[in-house]
């Protein structure tokens, strides 16, 4: 099956400085890469997502590479925010790909932004 | 916007007890899914259910669990003779498309707690 594996566990920066979350995966099948945020007692909540077809996309702050070669993708954050505080999640998906495929997360970052 | 919601958002039950946590995906969704999140872990998939059938299902999803989709609404998870290390969030999870296509949502969770 697929392994997720996230580094660093916790990554604690200064607000306005960038944050970069890397994570790796063990299927070279696996096709999507999501990226979630959790804050504390709530649910995952997806903030940007990439397909193997691409190699970076990106939205406003926040912007995901992947290299498919090496099967690692990056999370990127930019002038961060007090409001970017939370535990970041990426995910790899898996499955027979015939129905519902499932997602690998791995163990997470907590991202504390220091003022 | 739409919603997955989900109820109870807590439960409380003895060891050995049978529970059912129900969820409601959003209404145009076909793929849905079961997660669980132990108290500072991470998110573990645990079945996801396409075409009124399991598609794929984890280590984790013994016989203990199953799971239905009695009406053209709901999606439930039955936990029977529940552990201690049951004990968790909860999270249902549904997507329009399998992956490749398009985001999952979360429900908010239900968090389970077994005495």
């Known amino acids: 099956g697929e392994n997720v594996e996230q580094h660093p566990s916790t990554l604690s920066v200064q607000e306005g400085d960038s944050a970069v979350i890397k994570c790796t995966y063990s299927d070279s099948a696996s096709n999507y890469f999501p990226w979630y945020k959790q804050e504390l007692g709530k649910r995952p909540q997806l903030i940007i997502d990439i397909r193997s077809n691409v190699g970076e996309k990106k939205d406003q702050r926040i912007a995901v590479t992947l290299n498919k070669t090496a099967k690692h993708f990056s999370l990127h954050i930019t002038e961060t925010q007090p409001e970017d505080s939370a535990v970041y999640f990426c995910?790899?998906?898996w499955g027979s790909g015939g129905g519902a495929d499932g997602l690998t997360f791995g163990k997470g970052t907590h991202l504390i932004i220091q003022p | 916007e739409p919603e997955v919601t989900q109820t109870p958002s807590h439960q409380v039950t003895q060891m050995g007890q049978e529970v059912i946590l129900r969820c409601v995906p959003i209404s145009n969704h076909l793929y849905f899914y079961w997660y669980r999140q132990i108290l500072g872990q991470k998110v573990e998939f645990l079945v996801s259910?396409?075409?009124?059938?399991?598609?794929?299902k984890s280590e984790i999803f013994d016989d203990q669990f199953s799971v239905e989709r009695p009406d053209g609404s709901n999606f439930t998870l039955k936990i029977r003779s529940t552990k201690l290390e049951d004990s968790a969030m909860y999270f249902c999870?549904?997507?329009?498309?399998?992956f490749g296509g398009g985001e999952l949502f979360f429900g908010e969770g239900s968090r389970l707690t077994v005495l």
């Open positions: 259910f396409y075409n009124n059938e399991i598609s794929e």
């Open positions: 995910a790899a998906s």
């Open positions: 999870a549904s997507g329009k498309l399998s």
